[in-house]
């Protein structure tokens, strides 16, 4: 790419110049109900993930032990600290049972490295549930318009698009909330993308530190929009220069459209996806299959001979690899044993990935029967589709065979405002009484929410985690 004439010209200069203008009016309605629901989801994965969470539990008393200035409530704990270090700690709890949203195309989790920047820095900067829902659609927005314009090339040298990319957005959210200037905000995006980091390799050894590389985005974000508002400069040829973070992320196999085009009329958030399972998006397919499947044939699992998985190579490296899981963690990697439950209970839940579960030999082997293929086919239709085929064979000679090119919850095949109220109370019943939830879901998406106050929901957290 040639370099611009002039700096303003600049593809983050028009990027900064247009979140910088960006008023919650432009925004159309249908993206702030998608907004609503973004958070009551991430709100209550944090709440969850607060009391299952691996890496959680080491993170959280360090913060709290590390303490400093007291801007921000970290939630559930509820203890105030820095707001880049709650910022940190949100982050982890709320990745940690694999239930946030995502981005096929961008192939990362966006609600995991923005909400938790934006709730740190509303908290401090005393800011309404309408400037929140507004830096929320411009936070997702900016991180998944980067992640698309590297990707997949960005996934195949290693890279968790999570955490390369959520640092940009999270800069560009806060520096809503601080109402920064178009200069400013350029300065603050910059110096989100001057931070990005985050390797896939913890998925193959000790992925349960993977929350660390999103809860670092959100905590990179709050520190690049306070350092640009106080008068820190950056690079504004940063995506495009000679030594810029395009060339860095991806080499040459970038799209420029997919960063800055259709600025106002195409928001990224509409493009997320909503998980109903806790595990790896590349799971999701097949567990849709299996659940019909065994509504199909309903079957003892016992009775199944065999079953063979068709999908897509990054699916297989991802997913693929482990037949029969040790932890929770590598279980949530496991499209066999995620397999395997969904034939043997109907369902896969937070729940079912208990050390029972986990050393159920009927789980094991049915989990051991589970044959993944890759299929050239899918690859070539992926990222467009992010389907499985599924062939379950019965001792019997009876048999199941179906492909679906998208898992629920994708915005070709969306979830009802009852599926996400399902979801979300049933991963929270083992640890809080359903007032907890219902309390979130009014004062976060009923209504007219724009006025309410932020704080409001802190004490929510406060009577229910104490």
């Not at 801007?71 to 559930?76: A, G, K």
């Not at 995991?112 to 934006?118: R, T």
């Not at 999908?311 to 990697?333: C, D, H, N």
């Amino acid at each position: 790419m040639s370099k611009p004439r002039d700096e303003k010209d600049t593809l983050l200069c028009k990027l900064s110049r247009y979140y910088a203008s960006l008023s919650h009016d432009d925004v159309p309605a249908k993206v702030i109900e998608k907004a609503k629901r973004s958070l009551v989801d991430f709100l209550s994965e944090l709440a969850a993930g607060f009391y299952v969470g691996e890496l959680a539990e080491v993170v959280n008393p360090y913060l709290v032990e590390l303490g400093g200035k007291p801007e921000s409530t970290l939630l559930c704990v509820g203890k105030k600290i820095p707001a880049q270090n709650a910022a940190l700690g949100m982050g982890v709890m709320a990745h940690a049972i694999e239930l946030d949203d995502g981005h096929r195309w961008g192939t990362s989790h966006p609600a995991v490295a923005i909400m938790p920047a934006v709730l740190a820095m509303a908290e401090r900067e005393k800011s309404s549930y309408g400037e929140i829902l507004l830096a929320i659609v411009i936070g997702y927005d900016m991180m998944l318009r980067t992640a698309r314009a590297i990707n997949p090339a960005h996934l195949k040298r290693g890279f968790h698009s999570t955490g390369t990319c959520g640092s940009l957005g999270a800069a560009a959210a806060c520096a809503k909330l601080l109402n920064l200037d178009e200069e400013k905000t350029a300065y603050a995006i910059s110096m989100g993308g001057l931070q990005s980091a985050g390797l896939q390799e913890m998925l193959h050894d000790h992925p349960g530190v993977k929350p660390l590389q999103p809860g670092k985005s959100a905590s990179a974000g709050v520190l690049a929009a306070d350092l640009a508002k106080c008068g820190a400069k950056s690079p504004r040829t940063l995506f495009e220069g000679e030594h810029g973070w395009l060339k860095a992320m991806c080499d040459s196999n970038y799209s420029t459209e997919a960063l800055i085009g259709d600025l106002g009329t195409r928001f990224e958030i509409l493009y997320t996806y909503t998980k109903l399972y806790p595990t790896c998006r590349h799971c999701h397919a097949a567990i849709d299959l299996a659940r019909e499947a065994r509504e199909t044939l309903s079957c003892d699992p016992a009775d199944i001979e065999s079953i063979e998985v068709k999908t897509y190579r990054l699916g297989i490296v991802e997913v693929g690899r482990i037949q029969v899981p040790k932890t929770q963690q590598e279980a949530m990697f496991s499209l066999p044993f995620a397999v395997a439950i969904a034939l043997t209970r109907g369902n896969v839940t937070l729940q079912d990935y208990t050390p029972e579960t986990l050393s159920d030999p009927k789980l094991i082997s049915l989990a051991e029967k589970v044959n993944v293929i890759e299929d050239e086919k899918l690859n070539d239709l992926y990222p467009e589709e992010r389907g499985a085929h599924m062939k379950v064979v019965l001792k019997d000679g009876r048999s199941f065979e179906k492909y679906i090119p998208v898992a629920k919850g994708e915005p070709e095949f969306p979830v009802t405002d009852d599926d996400l109220k399902k979801k979300l109370q049933a991963m929270l019943s083992p640890y809080y009484p359903n007032a907890f939830f219902e309390g979130l879901w009014t004062m976060t998406v009923d209504g007219d929410i724009e006025t309410r106050s932020y704080e409001e929901t802190i004490e929510h957290f406060g009577r229910y985690c104490s």
